[in-house]
């Protein structure tokens, strides 16, 4: 699940200047789980444009807005989406880029919202970040806990002197993510593990833009 | 001088006690303030610590006020953090610290940017504590850390940090055991206030081969002691202490109560341990008192 919060109506509206009409995309799928971009909050958009003198020609919920096939189709199939001088798009950073590939060059396309984690749904409405997408996946030495992402500064060979009473420096209601580690191979019997020493992660396997063609 | 040897270590190996003290680099370019510190240490101290971006404030290059006390004739402990620095820029900062004539090194983790005076900044820990003792052991071997041979590397006394009061301290007396192994020759510790749980620990980690200096922080104020209670993980000062501070009056009195118990800790150490690292934090200036009395 990937998370996203909504820019301010200013950082929009400073991109529109000098537009007029306004088509908007929303995504059905994670945005519209963490309220950031479904029915309501695409509604809530046209209202905040119309307040602002601009004309909503309609608005694009796409069961994901990160698909290629589907955001083509809809420019295809609804005319009104390529006509407007301007797209503001209601997804994560893949979906307004999926929007961009599929628009015309000329049509401006902007985000609405800024998009900040992979998450781990704990239950509806609450989310924490569960992975990195380092490309090496280290939970099978950790106890399933990410210290890539659990542990502010990404260590890899156990705690910072920060710990106060096996609680994070830095995120202070945390526990210390290497604390947990240890306890969780403590339970395991496999506290041998934290004896090893992590070599420095390996960058080169995280160079981006990543991709994975299947055929 | 490129040939000399560490002093820090040579006064570690010949069984004596060792005093340390840390010196913090200034703000901007005025050095002034930063070499009288050094020259009132100079002598008094076996080697003086320069810090790197302490607690994530930016200072002036703790590499070049290292380089600053050579000149001064102060043996330097070149203190590298891994917040601010990528494998390159750690490997090649540290073979310009040898050539410049540094020879101890101090490795840390840094304190996170988000305490710091540039909160919106990158931190960077691409190596971790651990990986860069490593580095300066790889280094001290001739090679770099994809295996390459040098010609020549480096030869420093290699250092790291150790926090004998941590909770839960398992974890930390791992990775204490993994510096060692990564090649820590000699350990500051994090401020000591229970000289008991510190001895205990001492006794245990002195049978793995590396010297320990104890970390004495100086004590300004009451105040401070509340302070670093609420504030600074991993640091307790122990009620009897803070009430000991409150009992002399405000100001310069709490000053000389602080200097007076930093001194005697600083005696305790001489009991049984290695040497001793002091942080007067800003109050340099009353190192060599607690040198004097202890």
């Known amino acids: ?42 509604v809530e958009m046209a209202a905040m444009l119309r307040d602002n003198g601009y004309e909503v020609t309609g608005s694009s919920l796409l069961d994901e807005t990160c698909y290629n096939q589907l955001v083509r189709k809809e420019y295809r199939t609804n005319p009104a ?101 240890y306890s969780r191979l403590k339970k395991q019997g496999r506290l041998a593990l934290l004896m090893e020493y992590s070599p420095p992660k390996d960058h080169s396997a995280g160079i981006r833009p990543r991709k994975l063609c299947l055929r | 001088m490129m040939e000399e040897a560490s002093g820090l270590k040579k006064a570690l190996d010949g069984g004596g006690f060792v005093i340390t003290a840390e010196i913090c680099p200034p703000r901007g370019s005025d050095t002034a303030g930063f070499l009288a510190k050094a020259r009132l240490l100079k002598d008094r101290i076996v080697a003086a610590n320069v810090t790197d971006n302490q607690r994530a404030v930016m200072r002036l290059s703790s590499l070049a006020c290292s380089v600053l006390l050579l000149r001064e004739g102060v043996e330097p402990v070149f203190q590298m953090t891994c917040r601010d620095r990528n494998r390159l820029a750690v490997q090649s900062d540290l073979l310009g610290a040898w050539v410049l004539g540094i020879r101890n090194i101090l490795a840390l983790t840094g304190d996170h940017v988000s305490f710091g005076d540039h909160r919106e900044a990158k931190a960077v820990y691409d190596l971790d504590s ?9 280094l001290n071997h001739g090679k770099n ?14 250092g790291a940090v150790v926090a004998p009061g941590a909770e839960p301290f398992e974890p930390e007396w791992i990775k204490f055991r993994k510096k060692v192994e990564a090649g820590a020759r000699f350990f500051q510790t994090q401020a000591i206030f229970d000289m008991e749980r510190f001895k205990r620990f001492f006794d245990d980690a002195e049978t793995f081969g590396a010297k320990i200096l104890g970390g004495i922080l100086l004590l300004k104020s009451a105040k401070m002691a509340h302070y670093l209670n609420s504030n600074v993980p991993g640091v307790k000062v122990p009620r009897e202490l803070v009430e000991e501070l409150e009992k002399a009056p405000e100001g310069g009195a709490q000053l000389e109560k602080g200097i ?18 002091i942080m007067a934090i800003g109050q340099e200036e009353s190192v060599p008192k607690i040198i004097a009395m202890a």
């Open chain 1, 81 to 181: 989406a390529g006509r407007a001088d301007a797209v503001v798009v209601l997804a994560c950073g893949a979906g307004v880029k999926t929007v961009a590939s599929n628009a015309d060059e000329t049509q401006p396309i902007l985000p609405a919202l800024d998009t900040t984690f992979l998450a781990v749904v704990e239950s509806q409405g609450r989310f924490f970040e569960g992975c990195s997408l380092c490309g090496e996946c280290v939970l099978d030495s950790t106890g399933g806990i990410c210290p890539h992402t659990e542990c502010p500064k990404g260590l890899l060979n156990g705690p910072c002197g920060g710990v106060a009473n096996g609680m994070c420096e830095v995120n202070t209601e945390n526990e210390c993510a290497w604390v947990r580690i």
């Open chain 1, 1 to 42: 699940m990937i998370i996203t919060k909504k820019k301010a109506a200013q950082d929009i509206l400073k991109r529109l200047k000098g537009k007029k009409t306004v088509h908007l995309f929303g995504c059905g799928s994670c945005a519209e789980q963490c309220r950031t971009g479904g029915e309501r909050e695409l």
């Open chain 2, 260 to 277: 007076e118990i930093a001194a005697r800790q600083v005696k305790e150490l001489k009991g049984f341990c290695h040497g001793a690292h």
């Open chain 2, 145 to 158: 850390l994809k295996d390459r041979a040098l010609g020549n590397g480096t030869g420093f006394f290699l």
């Open chain 2, 130 to 138: 651990v990986q860069l003792v490593h580095t300066v052991d790889v």
